[in-house]
């Protein structure tokens, strides 16, 4: 056994989903330019919007909920060290085991070798965005393990051989003519003769899951929480196919972020208030799991919970960073916030899209590796407002950007910004100098007499012009208005 003496580090690259493949502002072009994309996220989105704004209006003390929230998990944070020894003792001695996976690598190691060592060669999956995060379905598959995801939407991501584009709805992009389609095209023995109604569409699923979860004795689930004063793990869903998955097999492996542990039941019950009206807008969602270790006769035998650290000690090691370790991933903040309503999730390159992704993602994988998400927001604040457990994105955006700059400063190549900006610098330090700059700033009234404004301008400049006018410089500059004003009031 090896101990680890040194600072935390962030996701290891080349394993996992949390790095895309191009910086978000040319994937968000792409996206852009794809109407019927557009159609599908904002016809979906809106529908949740106004789902959410019904059942939170009904509860009267939503604010008090969300600062118990805020202040639970910031409480759980500051002592997250015990809140995981107190899990660890209490899952163990009620007949689990725990195994600690220091990244994506680790944690997908200990996932194979525990189905190995159970013979199967197929495993049935609950929708769990960790499991996604470090890229298990490709590190089971690559040791010929085959791991079919249960849930109706990842099984459509899955057969379509898709990325998921949101936290709770992972193929909010497709509508039900495309399902049809994958379906007809992937499904083994579906009939031919489906239509895109959505009854008959779940009912092909159906069929075709039930088969899995009879035959399946290994199933892999994530957490949407775990109790530490018990040891007891929470899945929280709508189909009733994570129920199956964790009763049915034989063996039950959960991987689960460290960040998810709540010390109490009574902390559990403010989130099981809190996350169902935010995410599909339901006063109480349909399923919820509860298992303590293991019961002999009734459930999975075998039971194992990893957990998964992978980066999550470095964004805990920032005590600004570390509110987005808060998240209980219901997804409202994707559903409010109008650069998501428009780019979609792929545009993000991360399995964590939309506001909340865009200062995750970041932290996990060290700012530099994901350094445009922090900038993908207008900062308009109606994250921060959705957001049940109140973490106030736009102020960690922000703070991601400073941290992306002084990274940047450090380079022995300034940026075009970072010249611009010394120049700017330059100029405003003394007022002689700045006069100089006003007289030449007047040049550009020239370029502007014919439309008033300014339209194009040469490189580095049209970065620019390309989306935004200048406006035309006044003929008179402030400093010549006040002197003029000033000598007409003394004659
Ligand atoms: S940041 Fe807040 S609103 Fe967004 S997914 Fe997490 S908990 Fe939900």
């Not at 680890?4 to 895309?20: D, E, K, N, Q, S």
């Not at 013979?119 to 079919?148: C, P, Y």
């Not at 600004?320 to 390159?349: D, F, M, Q």
């Not at 490189?459 to 000598?487: G, H, I, N, V, Y």
Request: hydrophobic content about 40%; aromatic content about 4%; glycine content about 8%.
């Amino acid at each position: 056994m090896t101990t680890f003496l040194g600072m935390p580090t962030v996701a290891p690259r080349g394993v996992g989903h949390l790095r895309g493949d191009e910086p978000f502002p040319v994937a968000a072009r792409k996206a852009l330019a794809d109407d019927q994309l557009r159609r599908n996220l904002g016809h979906a989105t809106r529908t949740i919007r106004g789902k959410r704004a019904a059942v939170v209006g009904e509860v009267p003390d939503w604010e008090e909920l969300r600062r118990a929230g805020e202040a639970i998990k910031a409480h759980t944070m500051a002592t997250l060290d015990t809140q995981l020894e107190r899990l660890e003792r209490e899952v163990t001695a009620r007949g689990g085991t725990v195994h600690w996976a220091r990244d994506a690598n680790e944690a997908n190691r200990i996932v194979l070798d525990l189905v190995r060592a159970t013979g199967a060669d197929e495993v049935v999956k609950v929708k769990s965005m960790a499991t996604q995060e470090i890229g298990l379905n490709e590190a089971l598959e690559a040791g010929g393990v085959a791991a079919w995801e249960t849930d109706l939407a990842e099984l459509i991501v899955q057969l379509g051989h898709d990325k998921p584009s949101h936290i709770l709805v992972p193929a909010i992009h497709r509508n039900r003519a495309e399902i049809r389609e994958i379906f007809l095209r992937e499904m083994p023995g579906v009939d031919p003769d489906l239509t895109d109604e959505p009854r008959q569409l779940a009912m092909a699923a159906r069929a075709h899951l039930r088969r899995k979860f009879l035959t399946a004795r290994v199933a892999v689930s994530g957490a949407n929480f775990a109790v530490a004063e018990t040891g007891t793990l929470a899945v929280v869903e709508s189909e009733g196919n994570g129920r199956m998955c964790l009763t049915l097999p034989q063996t039950l492996i959960t991987v689960m972020g460290i960040e998810k542990v709540v010390p109490t039941w009574t902390d559990l019950e403010v989130f099981l208030q809190l996350l169902p009206r935010s995410s599909t807008g339901e006063r109480m969602n349909p399923y919820t799991s509860l298992w303590t270790g293991v019961t002999p006769g009734d459930g999975p035998q075998d039971f194992h919970l990893v957990l998964l650290d992978n980066g999550r000690t470095a964004v805990l090691a920032d005590e600004t960073g570390r509110s987005a370790l808060h998240c209980i991933r219901c997804s409202a903040c994707l559903n409010v916030c109008p650069v998501y309503e428009r780019t979609g999730g792929h545009a993000y390159g991360s399995v964590y899209p939309g506001p909340i992704g865009a200062v995750l993602s970041p932290q996990l994988t060290g700012v530099e590796d994901n350094a445009s998400l922090p900038y993908a927001s207008s900062l308009c604040g109606a994250c921060f407002d959705a957001c049940p457990v109140r973490i106030d994105i736009p102020s960690l955006l922000v703070h991601l950007r400073a941290e992306h700059v002084e990274e940047r400063a450090k380079r022995a190549v300034p940026s075009p910004e970072a010249i611009g900006m010394a120049a700017m610098s330059w100029v405003m330090a003394r007022p002689g100098r700045f006069r100089g700059g006003e007289r030449l700033m007047r040049l550009g009234r020239v370029l502007g007499r014919r439309r008033d404004r300014i339209s194009a301008l040469p490189p580095p400049l049209s970065a620019w012009t390309a989306s935004r006018d200048l406006p035309r410089p006044p003929a008179q500059t402030f400093r010549e208005w006040w002197k003029s004003r000033a000598a007409r009031s003394a004659s």
